[in-house]
């Protein structure tokens, strides 16, 4: 059974940190490509981040580039989203991904609010 279980959310005044943690099990790292959605109040969800569990390689969305790091610790079957100069524009709930590249199969955690303060 494939588990996603994000942790590390919470309240963070503008220009803060935060760091969120996604541990996950159930699934070859891989095989698959693993990251991070976010959807802001009022909003569809959107992904903002991502990396490849063949070869390391990671992707960001525009408005995160320079601010937001994701990493993975496969010893800890752990990735990270270390997200630095947050803005309250990065107010939102934040959700684990990964999808099994052999089946297609798409999986998600349950998420964590992330709220910035002006």
């Known amino acids: 059974e494939v588990q996603l279980v994000e942790s590390g959310g919470g309240l963070v005044q503008a220009g803060g940190s935060l760091r969120l943690s996604c541990l996950h099990s159930?699934?070859?790292?891989?095989?698959?490509?693993i990251g991070w959605f976010h959807r802001a109040p009022g909003k569809e969800r959107v992904g903002i981040s991502c990396?490849?569990?063949?070869?390391?390689?990671?992707w960001y969305e525009d408005s995160v580039k320079g601010r937001f790091t994701i990493s993975s610790d496969n010893t800890k079957n752990t990735m990270y989203l270390q997200m630095n100069s947050l803005k309250p524009e990065d107010t939102a709930v934040y959700y684990c991904a990964a999808t099994r590249i052999s089946s297609r199969a798409d999986y998600w955690g349950q998420g964590t609010q992330v709220t910035v303060s002006s």
């Open positions: 159930g699934f070859t790292f891989n095989d698959s490509a």
């Open positions: 990396i490849s569990g063949s070869d390391g390689s990671t």
